[in-house]
T-cell receptor, first 112, second 115 residues
Framework: TQLLEQSPQFLSIQEGENLTVYCNSS?????LQWYRQEPGEGPVLLVT?????EVKKLKRLTFQFGDARKDSSLHITAAQPGDTGLYLC????????????FGPGTSLSVIP | EPEVTQTPSHQVTQMGQEVILRCVPI?????FYWYRQILGQKVEFLVS????????KSEIFDDQFSVERPDGSNFTLKIRSTKLEDSAMYFC?????????????FGSGTRLTVV
């Protein structure tokens, strides 16, 4: 059974600080996605990484896929209150229509 | 931006009753999914649907659950006889054809409360 773990579970920081959250597994994933979820809403896709070692940037967010495709990190530079939310990683299967497995999420709170 | 639409946003039902949750996926997407999220827990896979049939289902998706794409537009999840433990947010998602990205587009969910 493929499982994804995320750390930390909760993170509360001041506006302007930098942070990194992690997503780890003992399994290899063909792709890994990061989502942000607001309370009462569905997850919203931020990025998909596919190649081991891949780095993608989305404004102040930097995503990295581990070389072995078992782990990923999300780094946020100069966090803003608008970054507050639940950050979910999700690992994809071997084919494009396979289900993804979600991690439990990191709940981020950015205090003004 | 294209979106996945789910109705209703909230549904309260009595235990043992049937419910149908409705979804309109993005029009050119080919792969459809239902996930659920019990309050405070992980997003869990229920079922995937492609080419008018179930591709994969989880252990959660037992005989009480069924999915249908009745008219080429809607994608429904039916729970025949609801139980208290079916209370959760149910999310529909769709995915584009191969070569157009891996990411899911999720709907805003239906909050199902079984009393």
């Amino acid at each position: 059974t493929q499982l994804l773990e995320q750390s930390p579970q909760f993170l509360s920081i001041q506006e302007g600080e930098n942070l990194t959250v992690y997503c780890n597994s003992s399994s290899v994933f063909s792709s890994l996605q990061w989502y942000r979820q607001e309370p009462g809403e569905g997850p919203v896709l931020l990025v998909t990484v596919v190649t081991g070692g891949e780095v993608k940037k989305l404004k102040r967010l930097t995503f990295q896929f581990g070389d072995a495709r078992k782990d990923s990190s999300l780094h946020i530079t100069a966090a803003q209150p608008g970054d507050t939310g639940l950050y979910l990683c999700a690992g994809g299967g071997r084919t494009s229509y396979d289900k993804v497995i979600f991690g439990p999420g990191t709940s981020l709170s950015v205090i003004p | 931006e294209p979106e996945v639409t789910q109705t209703p946003s909230h549904q309260v039902t009595q235990m043992g009753q049937e419910v149908i949750l409705r979804c309109v996926p993005i029009s050119n997407h080919l792969y459809f999914y239902w996930y659920r999220q019990i309050l405070g827990q992980k997003v869990e896979f229920l079922v995937s649907f492609y080419n008018n049939e179930i591709s994969e289902k989880s252990e959660i998706f037992d005989d009480q659950f069924s999915v249908e794409r009745p008219d080429g537009s809607n994608f429904t999840l039916k729970i025949r006889s609801t139980k208290l433990e079916d209370s959760a947010m149910y999310f529909c998602a769709s995915r584009p054809p191969p070569g157009q990205g891996y990411g899911y587009t999720f709907g805003s969910g239906t909050r199902l409360t079984v009393v």
